[in-house]
């Protein structure tokens, strides 16, 4: 019987599906549902010390819709959780009882050595089999610096030697050699250099990627921004489907140049999401914004299709099919410069619509032409194979050849 397995760090999962920190990992009541439903982990919403739990605003998440489609991207000001550590130890020792085949994460974030100490020997107390490094949250002022600094450029996970030095902090401060993860942002010039930072640190393993920071827009009719508290806003976390091919780039830099497991998180929102993930070299996919839409019962549809995908493709486990799409990416200079191609358009499937023509003309090599109501026509002296009309062709009738 083919099985979701899956070390991560050292640790077994049942299956790499884990519910990302977030307001849905920020309760007993949720998290409790969400392994009723069959998620291999939890990683609890980060948490802090008592002297930083914040007071959120609200609101503080929004979603955006993109060609009808709700939440093709998701924005929060939201901020760590409002529980204190004591309450995530007492969960984490309830459900490592309950639960003794699922991984139980910690997330934390601090302000200094002292307070990353304390927090590292809570979890480890209540049993935590991971403990994931919060250093890369784009939102509020909760940023990590030395001395309790509030500096927004001073997040180690914008930097390489504060990276390395907090990295180094959090591994002395263990007892009993609990994996730590590093949480990375996408948010910097240079992520793998970054990354390295953490490597150097001592870090078992990377989580990519944190939210990209950004704003979610104005209102137009009143002038507001679209999420405002009392007609204010500020900079938040974009999330969702848009932010994937990010992810997606992110996560496999990390897992071509670095030799360390990796954590994939951003924009998953269906099995084949997860199966691009663990292609490019993750072993444990989170999720987060999907499970608002979806619920925590699509967990299950993500496990049948993953396992279906793995039959159909011959991989016996997903040791087999980690990392079976890295050897197709390179460095652009080994790219060829051979190919000839032009487009070739279904006129059986065509609308008309002159779209790809317009794409053609004005952002292409001009070789589609169109007269209204008919078919574009293509002049093969002049294609190149660009490839812009396919990625507007509303009914997907393009092929390059």
Partial sequence: MMNLNISFAGVPFENPFTVAASPSSDSREKVRRALEAG???????????????????????????????????FYNIDLISERTIEEIQEDIAYFKQLYPDRRF?????????????????????????????????????????DEGKKASNAIPAADRELMRTTTQTILRARKKNTPVIVKMTPNVTDLVDVARGAVEGGADALCCIDTVRGFIGIDLETGYPKLNVNG??????????????????????????????????????????????????????????AI?????????????????YMEQKGFASLDAMVGKSLPYLVDHSELSR????????????????????????????????????????????????????????????????
């Fill in 39 to 73: 998620w291999g982990g939890i990683v609890f919403k980060t948490t802090a010390l008592p002297q930083h739990s914040p007071k959120l605003a609200e609101p503080n998440m929004a979603g955006l819709s993109f060609a009808g489609k709700p939440q093709f991207a």
């Fill in 232 to 289: 204010l806003s500020t900079w938040g976390g974009l999330s969702g489907p848009a932010v994937k091919p990010i992810a997606l780039g992110c996560v496999s830099k990390l897992t071509k140049e670095l030799d360390i497991p990796v954590a994939g998180v951003g924009g998953v929102s269906n099995w084949q999401d997860a199966a691009e993930f663990l292609l490019l070299g993750a072993r444990n996919v989170q999720v987060c914004t």
């Fill in 338 to 401: 051979d190919n000839r191609l032009h487009c070739t358009i279904d006129e059986t499937a065509c609308l008309k619509c002159g779209s790809c023509a317009t794409a053609c003309q004005d952002a292409g090599f001009g070789a589609l032409h169109h007269e209204k109501g008919s078919v574009p026509t293509l002049d093969k002296a002049v294609c190149r194979g660009c490839s812009v009309c396919q990625s507007v062709c509303p009914r997907d009738c393009i092929t390059l050849r």
């Fill in 292 to 308: 608002s839409r979806y619920g925590f019962g699509m967990v299950q549809s993500m496990q049948k299709g993953l396992l279906r």
């Fill in 105 to 145: 994460i910690g997330s934390i974030m601090a302000a200094g050595e002292e307070e990353w100490i304390e927090l590292v020997h809570r979890l480890e107390e209540a049993g935590a089999d991971m403990i994931e490094c919060s250093m890369s949250c784009p939102q509020g002022e909760h940023s990590i610096a």
